[in-house]
């Protein structure tokens, strides 16, 4: 039997059948557990499996077979530090939910995000929540920054969860989609899930106030149909995002502004950062490319805190 894994709990897995659309409960066959994949989890959620149910193993099923998989979001394992952790896979898009207040997003956390999906060649957007906090002053800083991000290729949509404001347009980038819905805890994803898909009633979570950094509220990840053929992937909150597999010399090719300039620099290995003759550097001092997104870049490429 062919599946997709639509929910992961470390241990066991749940597999949704694409014929039947049952449900079922499933162990991974041991020997795929270390295949030398430097991951800490070798089976994520939205991937496509293989596998039987045994008649002696009262509705248990087994998975033999992992179909290589179109694309991933993986980050770096938070317990493992020389592993990394798959968050979800085959995915048509990511939505990455900003705040700008209570917490704020850093633009660190956001390029680190977009750099990912550019590297996997998974469509991303912005969905800028919390819009019923904004004052005029941060909202017209949103606009800014959505202007920006939207003249590299990456819409956005802002909307208020709690108020509802704008969920619709939200709701209108996921039919027929596999969507992965990320970001940090305390953003709001809860609460848009609850608006995207009202019947599943999520536990939300009061923001804390003593670390301003929100209370998970998501244990594992989980794929939820909105409705057939339209999937919304669940992951908890991400604190870190560490880059994984993106060596420095091909950072800059996911910066899409920075793509467009690569054969113009002096030297061919330009790493943008004191070389003469740089046009990302000259583009960077012209105004040509966003400040904010040169300083990520550059954050990136010293390996620095994955949480800024």
């Not at 062919?2 to 659309?21: A, L, P, Q």
Request: charged fraction near 25%; proline fraction near 5%; charge should be negative.
């Amino acid at each position: 039997m062919t599946g997709i894994v639509v929910k992961s709990t470390g241990s066991w897995y749940v597999v949704r059948d694409r014929e039947t659309s049952l449900l079922h409960r499933c162990r991974l066959r041991g020997k795929f557990k270390h295949k030398g994949l430097k991951v800490s989890n070798p089976l994520a959620v939205g991937d496509v499996v293989e596998f039987e149910v045994p008649e002696q193993a009262e509705g248990a099923g087994v998975i033999h077979t992992i179909v290589p998989r179109r694309n991933y979001i993986i980050r770096r394992s938070v317990h493992k530090s020389e592993h990394a952790h798959i968050v979800a896979a085959n995915l048509d898009q990511a939505l990455l939910v900003v705040t700008l207040v209570s917490p704020a997003t850093s633009f660190g956390f956001i390029d680190r995000f977009l750099v990912t999906a550019e590297a996997y060649h998974i469509p991303a957007k912005l969905i800028f929540n919390k819009a019923d906090l904004y004052d005029e002053d941060t909202l017209d800083y949103q606009q800014q920054i959505a202007g920006m991000y939207a003249s590299l290729g990456y819409p956005s949509v802002l909307c208020s969860a709690e108020t509802g404001d704008k969920v619709a347009e939200v709701a209108a980038l996921l039919p027929n989609k596999v969507s992965l819905l990320s970001g940090h805890s305390g953003v709001g994803k809860s609460t848009l899930i609850n608006e995207l898909v009202p019947d599943l009633d999520l536990k939300t979570a009061e923001i804390s106030a003593f670390s301003d950094k929100g209370k998970h509220t998501t244990t594992f990840a989980e794929m939820l149909e909105v409705v057939p053929g339209t999937y919304l992937i669940d992951t908890p909150g991400i604190k870190e995002l560490g880059l994984v597999d993106v060596p420095p010399a091909e950072l800059a090719g996911y910066f899409p502004e920075m793509r467009a300039l690569l054969n113009q620099c002096r030297y061919h290995n330009c790493q943008h950062v004191h070389e003469p003759g740089c046009a990302v550097r000259e583009a960077v001092d012209k105004g040509k490319l966003a400040v904010p997104r040169y300083e990520s870049y550059l954050s990136m490429l010293a390996d620095e805190d994955n949480r800024h």
